[in-house]
C-alpha cells in the first residue's frame, strides 16, 4: 500500500458506526476516492476538519488499487465554502454538482480538469453568484469532458432539436475561459432551449433520478 497525498471536494459523507464516517471525495490527483475516516466524530486531534460536504481538503490515504474503499488517515481543510451555507439555493445546487459528478465518475479514473471545475463552481457559488448560471456552465462543460456532449454546428438529442443559436452558446461554454463565462450573458429564449437539451444528455447516462434534481425542483415550485 502506497501511502498518497492530494487535495480533494467532498462530494457526500454518512456516518459509520459512533465515531467514523464513509466519505466520497473528488481528488485533483486521483479522481474520485471514497473513503473510511475512522474517529472522525470523535478525536478530533486526528484531523483537521470534519470533512464537511463540498469542502476542500488535503487528505492523506493508504492507496488499495483493486479495493472500493480507501483509509484515509488525515483530512486538513482548506476552504470550507462557506459562504455556500448562507443560501439554501447555493446549497441546493451545490448539491446537484456534487451528486452529478459523483454519479457520472467511476473511481480512480483522474481528472484534473473536472477537480478543477467543480472547485471553481464551488467558489462561485460560495460567493453568492448567480446559482443557474454557474450550474449551466458546469452541466455543458462536465458533459463535454466526459465526451457526453454534441459537437456538431446544430444539435438535437432525442427529439430535442434546438436553434443554431443555442447550438452556438453550447460550444462557446464549453470552451471559453472563466473570465469570459461570467461576462458572457445567456438569454431567456436559448436558456429555455438549453435546459431541456442539457437535462437529457444528463440522464441518457443515469441508472436513476438525482435526489439532488428533485429538491432543486421543489424549491422552484415554492417560490412560483
Known amino acids: 500500500m502506497a501511502i498518497q497525498t492530494t487535495e480533494a471536494l467532498v462530494l457526500n459523507r454518512r456516518d459509520l458506526r459512533e465515531t467514523s464516517m464513509i466519505a466520497t471525495f473528488y481528488s485533483k490527483d486521483f479522481g474520485k476516492i ?16 470534519r470533512a464537511e460536504l463540498f469542502g476542500l481538503n488535503k487528505i492523506v490515504f493508504y492507496e488499495k488499487p483493486r ?9 486538513d481543510l482548506m476552504d470550507g465554502f462557506f459562504g455556500i ?4 439555493n447555493a446549497i441546493a445546487y451545490a448539491s446537484y454538482l456534487a451528486e452529478l459528478a459523483d454519479r457520472l465518475t467511476e473511481p480512480a479514473e483522474k481528472s484534473e480538469e473536472i477537480f478543477e471545475l467543480l472547485l471553481g463552481c464551488f ?6 453568484m448567480e446559482p443557474v448560471k454557474i450550474v449551466r456552465i458546469f452541466e455543458i462543460r462536465f458533459l463535454t469532458l ?3 456532449g454534441p459537437t456538431a454546428e446544430g444539435a438535437s438529442v432525442g427529439h430535442i432539436k434546438v436553434s443554431m443559436g443555442t447550438a452556438q452558446t453550447f460550444n ?5 475561459g472563466w473570465d469570459s463565462l461570467l ?6 429564449p436559448v436558456s429555455d432551449e438549453l435546459g431541456p437539451l442539457v437535462d437529457r444528455l444528463i ?15 421543489e424549491l422552484q415550485r415554492l417560490k412560483r
Open 183 to 188: 461576462k458572457f450573458r445567456i438569454s431567456k
Open 34 to 49: 471514497k473513503g473510511i475516516l475512522k474517529g472522525i466524530r470523535g478525536d478530533r486531534s486526528r484531523y483537521g476538519s
Open 203 to 217: 440522464t441518457t447516462h443515469l441508472d436513476r433520478p438525482l435526489k439532488s434534481k428533485k429538491f432543486i425542483k
Open 67 to 75: 479495493n472500493d474503499f480507501q483509509n484515509i488517515t488525515q483530512c
Open 146 to 148: 466526459l465526451g457526453f
Open 172 to 176: 462557446r461554454l464549453k470552451s471559453a
Open 123 to 128: 467558489k462561485l457559488l460560495a460567493k453568492g
Open 85 to 88: 451555507r448562507k443560501d439554501l
